[in-house]
């Protein structure tokens, strides 16, 4: 069950403005990126459904942030269909997020009113999951259905639309500032912020310094410092 209202996610996602996306076997390693990104000051990630097991990893995952890092919002990514994304919630998912629309998806996630964030491409989609409940779309892949244009062209008609584009965001502040100025709420990172550097020296404190340092880009964006 997850920890967290549907309007705690949401609001939090909006709030903060960027939403880290990571895998590792490891449980270890798991635990150690949680907990930095938290110490960033970024209190949510999105791990995602990509390993052998990965489900046994997320529920061990969330047992140990429910216990040390209480304040970390722990959802789940690269879910398309709805057998894994109740998997998931029973585990104690706080959101789902897809690379694709699946309205079963959606209404799985609707039940337990866990927000669930899908990939779209298109204002079609967009629209269509909108339909189905979904209060933030994720684009995706972010670069290629056409990056910060793509979703000033989709605001232009649809002002109402809050878009996380994941792929194609740097920690760059040419690459954010070109993002938000777009109009999305949220950008989700993967390897462009949790780094494979970083990971394989076990640099956790880089990580810290590297998410508290994206965000503070971020937040001088949205306060038109910069």
């Not at 996602?13 to 970024?42: R, S």
């Not at 390993?51 to 304040?71: I, K, Q, S």
């Not at 789940?76 to 998806?105: E, H, K, M, Q, R």
Request: include cysteine; hydrophobic fraction near 40%; glycine fraction near 10%.
């Amino acid at each position: 069950m997850a920890r967290f209202s549907r309007l705690k996610v949401l609001t939090t996602m909006i709030d903060t403005g960027m939403m880290p996306v990571f895998y590792h076997a490891d449980l270890e390693v798991a635990k150690q990126v949680a907990k930095a990104c938290a110490a960033g000051g970024c209190p949510q990630l999105e791990f995602t459904n990509r390993g052998d097991h990965a489900w046994e990893v997320f529920t061990e995952l969330e047992r140990y942030c429910a216990r040390e890092v209480p304040e970390m919002i722990l959802g789940v990514g690269s879910v398309v269909d709805p057998g894994t994304a109740s998997l998931y919630i029973n585990c104690g998912a706080n959101f789902v997020v897809g690379p694709l629309l699946n309205a079963d998806v959606a209404r799985a996630c609707n039940r337990r009113k866990v927000p669930y964030s899908p990939g779209c491409g298109s204002a079609s989609e967009i629209s269509a999951a909108e339909e189905l409940g979904c209060e933030i779309v994720k684009v995706f892949p972010g670069a290629e259905v056409g990056g910060p244009k793509f979703v000033k062209a989709v605001q232009g008609p649809c002002p109402w639309t809050s878009i996380m584009p994941t792929g194609g965001v740097d920690s760059t502040e040419a690459s954010l500032k070109a993002w938000f100025d777009a109009g999305v709420v949220c950008v989700g990172m993967g390897s462009n912020l949790v780094t494979k550097e970083l990971l394989a020296a076990k640099d956790y404190a880089g990580i810290s310094a590297k998410v508290r340092a994206t965000l503070d880009i971020i937040r001088a964006i949205r306060g038109g410092k910069k």
